[in-house]
């Protein structure tokens, strides 16, 4: 079992839709949630950013956390063809440790 | 955001040649940094991690005398790929990590495309 399970996708959306993306995980260690969004052939850029359990909202984003159930979302309103992407969760543990990734999720929203 | 470069962006080389990648945190000091090479359409696979002023800790299967890394100050790391290969060629990304407060996050820099004929 990986550390990090994120359904790759892809999954395409209509211009408008609201869209939900998840990542589990099995480390009750980690304590730090990323999401980062990575356009082809470039860097992957970040996005949200939670600590400990929680939503967190960024004008059309919104991540959550729940750690009971080993879970968190990526929530993006009113999709736009510019968020078509990968996007990847990352998860650590802290103290400067190094990121643990889902595997990504291509994300097409569609006019 | 933070702002981490990378330089070059893109590189062409012969086999046998040894390339430097440069990453650079731009606006904020960077004890630790990550390096990370990613295939077409798989995640990011970490090779190393960079810590200033020490020996980089190379992952599992990544060959320290073969990538070669520097983290000769708070913002600038350095990966050098000795002796080139074909199998060489992939994208390579850095990462920066930055402590704020409880904040703890890693800020990527935009990538290396490395082509070795």
């Known amino acids: 079992q990986k550390e990090v399970e994120q359904d790759p996708g892809p999954l395409s959306v209509p211009e408008g839709a609201i869209v939900s993306l998840n990542c589990t995980y099995s480390?009750?260690?980690?304590?730090?949630f990323m999401w980062y969004r990575q356009y082809s052939r470039k860097g992957p850029e970040l996005l949200m950013y939670t600590y400990s359990s929680g939503n967190k909202e960024d004008g059309r984003f919104t991540a959550q956390v729940d750690k009971s159930s080993k879970y968190i979302s990526l929530f993006i309103r009113d999709s736009q063809p510019s968020d078509s992407a990968t996007y990847l969760c990352?998860?650590?543990?802290?103290?400067?440790?190094?990121?643990?990734f889902g595997t990504g999720t291509q994300l097409k929203v569609e006019l | 955001g933070a702002v981490v470069s990378q330089h070059p962006s893109r590189v062409i080389c012969k086999s046998g040649t040894s390339v430097k990648i440069e990453c650079r945190s731009l606006d904020f000091q960077a004890t630790t940094m990550f390096w990370y090479r990613q295939f077409p359409k798989q995640s990011l696979m970490l090779m190393a991690t960079s810590n200033e002023g020490s020996k980089a800790t190379y992952e599992q299967g990544v060959e320290k005398d073969k990538f070669l890394i520097n983290h000769a100050s708070l913002t600038l790391s350095t990966l050098t790929v000795t002796s080139a290969h074909p199998e060489d060629s992939s994208f390579y990304i850095c990462?920066?990590?930055?402590?704020?407060?409880?904040?703890?996050?890693?800020?990527f820099g935009p990538g290396t495309r490395l082509l070795v004929l």
């Open positions: 990352a998860l650590s543990t802290g103290g400067g440790n190094k990121l643990t």
């Open positions: 990462s920066a990590f930055l402590l704020a407060g409880v904040q703890e996050t890693q800020y």
């Open positions: 480390n009750s260690a980690f304590q730090y």
